[in-house]
């Protein structure tokens, strides 16, 4: 079984940067592609950014590209997300994922594939 617990989110104003943290328990992060989601006030929990277990291939949503990195230390079990230039629509809760596998190459950016989740960490953008 994995638990995972994320940090690192806080009130920031436009143009900020945060960095996220997702520590595991459990077994290690190796073996499981990673992911991160957030969900506006109201809206549906949406893909922000994948990376596989090796740490090979990485995705993100369009909005973000340029701005977010996901990055990953299988040694710790530890999942990062870097954001720079935040913007008020980045405004959510922000959740880890994770989804075991035996292929380097796989992630998804489906919410309904993965088969763990942290408990979320708010981040608050202000203009």
């Known amino acids: 079984q994995v638990q995972m617990v994320e940090s690192g989110g806080g009130l920031v104003q436009a143009g900020g940067s945060l960095r996220l943290s997702c520590a595991a328990s459990g077994r290690a992060f190796g073996g499981y592609a990673m992911a991160w989601f957030r969900r506006a006030p109201g809206k549906e929990r949406d893909f922000v950014a994948a990376?596989?277990?090796?740490?090979?291939?990485?995705d993100y949503r369009n909005s973000v590209k340029g701005r977010f990195t996901i990055s990953r230390d299988n040694a710790k079990n530890a999942v990062y997300l870097q954001m720079n230039s935040l913007k008020p629509e980045d405004t959510a809760v922000y959740y880890c994922a994770a989804k075991a596998t035996y292929s380097d190459s796989y992630y998804s950016t489906s919410r309904y594939d993965y088969d763990y989740w942290g408990q979320g960490t708010q981040v608050t953008v202000s203009s």
């Open positions: 990376i596989s277990w090796s740490g090979s291939f990485t």
